[in-house]
């Protein structure tokens, strides 16, 4: 798997705040990458320093083997999609689509044909053939997205950069989006850097997920090892799927002031010990239920449900105020009502937490 682009070092402030703290990057030839963080933690500011929209002030930037720092964004060979797709109202599909290839500064295409052809195959690959002469403000949301998509991919980069690029869109058209998007990407062969603040966005799209966790990053895997094995407590806070609890490990035990768990699940070396048990590990059961051997139990009253199609996540107060979460997949077992304020408790086995420490 060569690199087809490295980041080295990278830093960026704007005054005292350090968007990007001495990133450390590489990304493969020909693959999906997420990029996810919480609001704040940089995302767009590392993409806009890989487009050259910005400068660091320290490290290097290597695509292609070569330095791209200091190089004019045009002549990167990397393109960007904008959240808002940025596009020409008073143009037509195809106008918008063949604007940047006119009027680029490196190799402007200027014989009609051409432009025409290209246009055409770009229209194709991206889904869009029939609406070529349709004013852009006259197709939905997800056809403007791939206007978008198609004028940065006219001009042949060798990688996408993507801004929340399903941000605009509403949820049906944004799933549907995510495997078109997948299936764009494939045909074209070129590495997408796909930034959003939505974990599951993340998962479902990324051969490989990036963690930006305040102008560093935290962990960069597969999504799969990713949801199973965060890399720190602000990677599995960030996924939205785990119950944290801070403490410390004592002997085989972690002692935590919500109460003690025994341990016997993966250990993860982290600097800020902490335990984590996933939403859809836990069991919920009627208080005087028997606990069985190698389980770990704890005690909540029941606040709500939420139904989410596939399963449904309730809410449990612990005696020290803190909110627990617990989903349950309905291809499991069937819907359980709780009664509201009743007293349950929240079992899982010990080999199904994550203790860093
Ligand atoms: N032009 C700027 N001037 C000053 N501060 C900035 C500028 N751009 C970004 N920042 C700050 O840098 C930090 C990182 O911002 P950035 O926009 O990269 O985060 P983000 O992860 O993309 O956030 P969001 O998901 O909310 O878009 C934030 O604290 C932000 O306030």
Redo the contacts with the bound molecule.
Sequence with gaps: MSAALQLMNVSKS??D?K?LDRVELALPDDAYISLL??????????L?VIAGFEEPEQGAILFGGKRIDGIAPHNRGIGFVFQNFALFPHLSVSENIAFGLVNRELNPVTDAASVKARVRDIISLVGLTGLEDRAVTQISGGQRQRVALARTLVTEPKMVLL??PLGALDANLRSRMRTELRAIRERCGVTFLH?T?SESEALAMGDTVLV?DR?HIAQSAHSDLLYNRPASPAVARFLNCYNLFSGSVAGDVFVSPTGRFALGGFRQPASQPAYAIRYDRVDIREQNAPVLQGEVRLEGNFVASEYSGAAINSFFALDDGRVFEVETHLSRSAPQTYVEKGRYALVWKREDALVFA
């Design positions: 704007y005054g705040l968007a963080g919480p609001s704040g933690s940089g995302k767009t500011t590392l806009r801004d929340e930034v603040g930006l102008g």
